[in-house]
């Protein structure tokens, strides 16, 4: 099974910052990776697919890179809206597997 | 509009067995498959299962293989996992999402509900 390792598990930042979180996958996954945001008491919201690839109505500020074992998720400038847990996913074999989760909180 | 509505949750004994339903609307069911991801409390995510647009294929996470079922009716438009053997760690927030992609993607998981709870104690 593939594990995914997402770091650092939390980071503080304020509005208007560059975030950058990684995930590592413990074998090469290609490009078959997605990153979710995920507010309390809310479900997972796809932002990022095919590693870089944004979903649709998801803004530009999100942007994903990356291929085989290493991959970041960045927000180029921090919102009040993005402060949340972000989950890096593989989609490159079963069973399918995320990260541990990111938390970005308020500095 | 995409809606996915879980039910079933409820607070069952370790052995028991329970069945959750999702309720998908706003989208051709039948053109995608559909998976379960739990959360546990305070935890991150697990991919739980999945099942292709016309259940011919069904895939399974280790921790639940042999005791979960995942199943569909495209009439109802409708997802179900059976669960059997039901231990406390899969005392969780069940969330069924829909797959990305027409057909076979099986990938990403592009709209979910907003999750059940199922709590497994004595």
């Known amino acids: 099974d593939i594990q995914m390792t997402q770091s650092p598990s939390s980071v503080s930042a304020s509005v208007g910052d560059r975030v950058t979180i990684t995930c590592r996958a413990s074998q090469g996954i290609s490009s078959w990776l997605a990153w979710y945001q995920q507010k309390p008491g809310k479900a997972p919201k796809l932002l990022i697919y095919?590693?870089?690839s944004l979903q649709s109505g998801v803004p530009s500020r999100f942007s994903g890179s990356g291929s085989g074992t290493d991959f970041t998720l960045t927000i180029s400038s921090l919102q009040p809206e993005d402060f949340a847990t972000y989950y890096c996913q593989q989609a490159n074999s079963f069973p399918r597997s995320f990260g541990g989760g990111t938390k970005v909180e308020i500095k | 509009e995409v809606q996915l509505v879980e039910s079933g949750g409820v607070v069952v004994q370790p052995g028991g067995s329970l069945r959750l339903s999702c309720a998908a609307s706003?989208?051709?069911?039948?053109?995608?498959?559909m998976h379960w991801v739990r959360q546990a409390p305070g935890k991150g995510l697990e991919w739980v299962s999945l099942i292709s647009w016309d259940g011919g294929s069904t895939y399974y996470a280790d921790s639940v293989k042999g005791r979960f079922t995942i199943s569909r009716d495209n009439s109802k438009n409708s997802l179900y996992l059976q669960m059997n053997s039901l231990r406390a760690e899969d005392t969780a927030l069940y969330y069924c999402a829909k797959d990305r992609e027409v057909g076979s993607g099986y990938a990403y998981f592009d709209y979910w509900g907003q999750g059940t709870l199922v709590t497994v104690s004595s």
């Open positions: 706003g989208f051709t069911f039948d053109d995608y498959a």
């Open positions: 095919a590693a870089s």
